[in-house]
């Protein structure tokens, strides 16, 4: 069945803001007096806040409770959005803008399925903010990946099954969602090594329309 939508993860797919998180989740950790590295921030792609709190936490000594967990993950999101006001369409990914337009053109549906909370606003500093037909985020959903459930909610939105869209991501955990969903799933960046995918490139530059929407 010819695919009729892809569905794209947002950060380091479309944009990159890893060194942005990284900033914030160091400078809580600092504040804590909790190690932190870029090796350990390599680990938190594509997994939500408190997720990636709980990786960071694991270990500790220190018991922290349910509130002042939120607490920190309230705060690292303070600084991390105060680091996305740097952003502008210029840090759009390579590749992204092209394949993009010639999905369009083809009339292929587009789509953000991403565990980010800050999805909307970033769309909106990147100026694509009304550009996908659909955008599932972390707002709306309770599991975040290697839960399928927000790349199967991005189809719902879509009006599509399954079987009819193509995930483009760059952690494995996100590859991982897509299988379970049942989609094709095209792996960029850190996940390009990713066993599982079908289709593989260092960036979008390398992953062609014919590639994503070939059965």
């Known amino acids: 069945m010819s695919k009729k939508a892809v569905i794209f993860d947002l950060d380091g797919v479309i944009v990159s803001t890893d060194e942005y998180h990284y900033r914030a989740w160091k400078q809580l950790c600092e504040e804590e007096g909790i190690p932190f590295s870029r090796e350990i921030n390599e680990r938190l792609r594509g997994v939500s806040r408190m997720e990636s709190l709980d990786l960071i936490l694991k270990g500790e ?37 092209a394949l993009l337009q010639e999905l369009k ?30 955008v599932a985020d972390g707002n709306q ?29 760059d952690a494995e955990a996100g590859i991982e969602a897509a299988l379970a969903a049942g989609m094709k799933a095209a792996a960029v960046s850190a996940a390009a090594h990713y066993p599982g995918a079908h289709v593989r490139g260092a960036d979008l530059r390398e992953i062609g329309v014919g590639q994503l929407l070939q059965d």
């Open 61 to 97: 000594a220190q018991v922290y409770s349910p509130e002042a967990k939120e607490e920190l993950a309230a705060r690292k999101n303070r600084y991390y959005v105060q680091l996305l006001q740097l952003l502008t369409p210029a840090d759009i990914l390579p590749g992204v803008t």
């Open 141 to 169: 959903i309770r599991r975040s990946k290697p839960d399928p459930e927000v790349f199967l909610l991005a189809a719902e939105k879509l009006g599509l099954r399954a079987e009819q869209c193509v995930v483009v991501e």
């Open 105 to 134: 053109d083809r009339g292929v549906g587009c789509a953000i399925g991403s565990s980010s909370k800050n999805t909307p606003f970033i769309l909106e500093k990147i100026g694509l903010g009304g550009f996908f037909d659909a």
